[in-house]
């Protein structure tokens, strides 16, 4: 059974500082999903990852893909207080051409203080 | 506006009156899904739907039904709620895009059972 791990689950962080949020996973997959989700409100797409070394940056935000490692990590260039949220890795384990499965990780609450 | 509507947003209901959440999608995606989401555990997969009449288990799908009778409709019912099935509740929407599938999440519905 697949298993996704987020660590830390909740982050307290001031403003202008830099952090990793880590997401490890146990099985193979090329196909990992960040997502962001605000308080009482859906999940919003940030990041798709689809190769070993993958990555990508939007804003202050960064992702990458190790596929090796089974990791995949969320940098935070100087913190916002417009990132507070809760952020979840996803792993798609069933990929294929016709079938797909997300298995999300626990997710980590990030709160940026000024 | 490409959309997934879940109705209704929040719902208290007593233990044993069975209940349906709607989902509807205006994508033409193929692929549908459910997902609870509770504290400390991320999102679990409930039911998936590959397309119409195609419907199968996810990780928790004790105490529920779906059905996928039209492509747009995904609903899901539960015909003996319990209080351990209070939770906030997600549909998805996916289709292929390239190597990888792109899901599209609903406003959520939070179901309180007592």
């Known amino acids: 059974e697949l298993k996704v791990e987020q660590n830390p689950l909740f982050l307290s962080m001031q403003e202008g500082k830099n952090y990793t949020i880590y997401c490890n996973y146990s099985?193979?997959?090329?196909?990992l999903y960040w997502y962001r989700q605000d308080p009482g409100k859906s999940l919003e797409s940030l990041f798709v990852?689809?190769?070993?070394?993958a990555v990508k940056q939007e804003g202050r935000l960064m992702a990458s893909l190790d596929t090796k490692a089974r990791l995949s990590t969320l940098h935070i260039t100087a913190a916002v207080h417009d990132l507070s949220a809760t952020y979840f890795c996803?792993?798609?384990?069933?990929?294929?051409?016709?079938?797909?499965?997300?298995?999300f990780g626990t997710g980590t609450r990030l709160q940026v203080t000024l | 506006e490409a959309q997934v509507t879940q109705n209704p947003r929040y719902l208290i209901t007593v233990t044993g009156k069975k209940l349906t959440v709607t989902c509807s999608q205006n994508?033409?995606?193929?692929?549908m899904s459910w997902y609870r989401q509770d504290p400390g555990l991320g999102l679990r997969q409930i039911y998936y739907?590959?397309?119409?009449?195609?419907?199968d288990k996810g990780d928790v799908p004790e105490g529920y039904k779906v059905s996928r009778k039209e492509k747009r409709n995904f609903p899901l019912i539960l015909e003996s709620p319990s209080p351990n099935q209070t939770s906030l509740y997600f549909c998805?929407?996916?289709?292929?895009?390239?190597?990888?599938?792109?899901?599209?999440f609903g406003s959520g519905t939070r179901l309180t059972v007592v």
């Open positions: 739907s590959m397309n119409v009449e195609v419907t």
């Open positions: 990852l689809l190769s070993n070394g």
């Open positions: 996803a792993v798609d384990s069933r990929y294929t051409g016709t079938a797909s499965k997300l298995t």
């Open positions: 099985t193979t997959s090329d196909r």
């Open positions: 994508m033409n995606h193929e692929y």
């Open positions: 998805a929407s996916s289709t292929r895009q390239g190597t990888y599938y792109g899901y599209t």
